[in-house]
Each structure stands twice: as structure tokens, then as C-alpha cells.
């Protein structure tokens, strides 16, 4: 990959856990605001438990959420 188009940054699916996001981004609300964040490596909660949401804090394994399955996308 030509580093000239490499992107800024990158978001990881992590199998049966957290997003995570690295690189140069900007992390804000749905109104906007921004969220502060204390590095370059974050790890968003896609399990809706994390008690330190929109951060995950690892209660995807103790309620065994799984991203296996039927998918969930819908194509137009």
C-alpha cells in the first residue's frame, strides 16, 4: 500500500467483542460534542453492557455476546 493513501485511521471488528478504532479521529456524541480520549487505540463496546459506554470494559465476555449468526444487514 502506497503510504501517501493510507488512511488516517482504521477500525477493527474484534470477533465476538469490541471495535477498535486506531489512529488520527475525532470520537463525538450524537449532538456533536466531542469525547475526550486518552489514546491513540480505543475500544469502542458493541454489546450495549459496558458501564463505561461508548468504551467497552469487557462485559462483552461475561454475557457471552456473540457476533456470530444471521446477519443483521440489510442490502437496498
Known amino acids: 500500500m502506497d ?3 493510507a488512511p488516517s ?3 477493527v471488528a474484534c470477533p465476538n467483542g469490541p ?3 486506531r489512529g488520527d479521529f475525532e470520537l463525538v ?3 456533536g460534542e466531542e469525547i475526550p480520549r486518552m489514546r491513540k487505540t480505543i475500544a469502542l ?3 450495549g ?3 463505561i459506554k461508548p468504551f467497552c470494559d469487557g462485559t462483552h ?3 457471552k455476546f456473540s457476533t456470530e449468526g444471521p ?3 440489510q442490502e437496498a
Open 9 to 11: 485511521a482504521s477500525i
Open 49 to 51: 453492557a459496558s458501564t
Open 61 to 63: 465476555k461475561l454475557t
Open 29 to 31: 456524541t450524537g449532538t
Open 71 to 73: 446477519s443483521t444487514i
Open 45 to 47: 463496546c458493541r454489546c
Open 3 to 5: 503510504p501517501s493513501n
Open 19 to 21: 471495535l477498535l478504532v
